[in-house]
């Protein structure tokens, strides 16, 4: 919490012996920032210049490729969350896979169908779903939830679909002996460049706006990088993925790094001018760098 005095004296201080400090902006979406001192370089999270798709395949034959980043699920039987609830859960909550609403002994080892929305995060449904012994969740989205579409890895592999496919995924989900799998994610070149929906965007409330935090957008939607294998997204290896402002601030501060190699007088602030002042608000094709459709995304 940069409010507390001891971070906010230790940060300003880093400051005045001249060390230019990196900050994560938050993963608490539009409207949000967490650190908004100026004295700080804040980094929101953006999109990079590789993307990730896979395809959801039904036992019916119909395939449906979007935006996601998993490994892959063999065929396996799938559910709509709802149905296979405690008998004393809420349905509702249950379809939107609700903490303490599916049973174990009828999810266990099925791919779930889980709503967006509900005021969850994915990662409380995904986690759910794994807690009941679920292989996988379909995140369908509903007429109210937001449209992007992430590339992020969660306890479990996710697959997200559309308003409009939704509801011929869950008229599957209903009928006896639906399966489904999921086609390993693969890599393509992209051109676009968007702030990701759960990068926190400012303005800053401390001074009512008058701040306009964060500084400055880096990559931080699926970056591969080492991990600890086992960890929190479950990778075996020690490489991963992982999403978030804090994976978007490491880019800054070794951007930081090379120029005070190349000018070693330069005050952080200084750097912070090099880096705001020579960064593109435009990407590859030229549009103006974008948001994608914020939700509860993270």
């Given at each position: 919490d940069i409010t507390q005095p001891t971070l906010k004296d230790a940060m300003i201080n880093a400051a005045?012996?001249?060390?230019?400090?990196?900050?994560?902006?938050?993963?608490?979406?539009?409207?949000?920032?967490?650190?908004?001192?100026?004295?700080?370089?804040?980094?929101?999270?953006?999109?990079?210049d590789t993307d990730y798709t896979a395809s959801l395949t039904l036992?019916?034959?119909?395939?449906?490729?979007?935006?996601?980043?998993?490994?892959?699920?063999?065929?396996?039987?799938?559910?709509?969350?709802?149905?296979?609830?405690?008998?004393d859960a809420d349905?509702?909550?249950?379809?939107?896979?609700?903490?303490?609403t599916l049973d174990p002994a009828r999810t266990k080892?099925?791919?779930?169908?889980?709503?967006?929305?509900?005021?969850?995060?994915?990662?409380e449904k995904a986690t759910e779903v794994k807690s009941a012994g679920g292989r996988a969740i379909v995140l369908t989205h509903t007429p109210t939830s937001g449209m992007d579409f992430f590339?992020?890895?969660?306890?479990?592999?996710?697959?997200?679909?559309?308003?409009?496919?939704?509801?011929?995924?869950?008229?599957?989900?209903?009928?006896?002996n639906a399966t489904a799998g999921f086609l390993p994610?693969?890599?393509?070149?992209?051109?676009?460049?968007?702030?990701?929906?759960?990068?926190?965007?400012?303005?800053?409330?401390?001074?009512?706006?008058?701040l306009l935090k964060p500084d400055i957008t880096a990559p931080g939607e699926a970056v591969p990088a080492g991990t600890v294998p086992g960890g929190l997204s479950g990778y075996a290896g020690s490489f991963g993925f992982m999403s978030g402002t804090?994976?978007?601030?490491?880019?800054?501060?070794?951007?930081?790094?090379l120029l005070k190699q190349l000018h070693p007088g330069w005050s952080p602030m200084e750097v912070k001018s090099a880096l705001m002042t020579t960064a593109t608000t435009k990407d590859e094709?030229?549009?103006?760098?974008?948001r994608q459709d914020a939700d509860s995304a993270t």
């Open positions: 005045k012996a001249g060390v230019f400090v990196a900050a994560s902006a938050g993963n608490s979406g539009p409207g949000t920032v967490h650190i908004t001192a100026p004295w700080l370089t804040t980094v929101a999270a953006s999109t990079h036992g019916n034959g119909r395939r449906i490729t979007n935006r996601s980043l998993n490994s892959g699920v063999p065929s396996t039987p799938l559910v709509n969350a709802a149905d296979v609830r405690k008998s349905a509702e909550q249950a379809a939107l896979c609700a903490p303490g080892d099925k791919i779930v169908v889980c709503d967006r929305g509900g005021n969850l995060f994915v990662r590339a992020t890895t969660f306890a479990i592999p996710l697959f997200q679909v559309s308003k409009q496919n939704s509801p011929t995924v869950k008229e599957y989900a209903a009928t006896e994610s693969q890599s393509h070149k992209t051109t676009a460049r968007d702030v990701t929906s759960f990068s926190s965007g400012g303005p800053d409330d401390h001074s009512h706006g008058d804090s994976m978007a601030s490491p880019h800054i501060a070794g951007l930081a790094t094709k030229g549009d103006p760098v974008g």
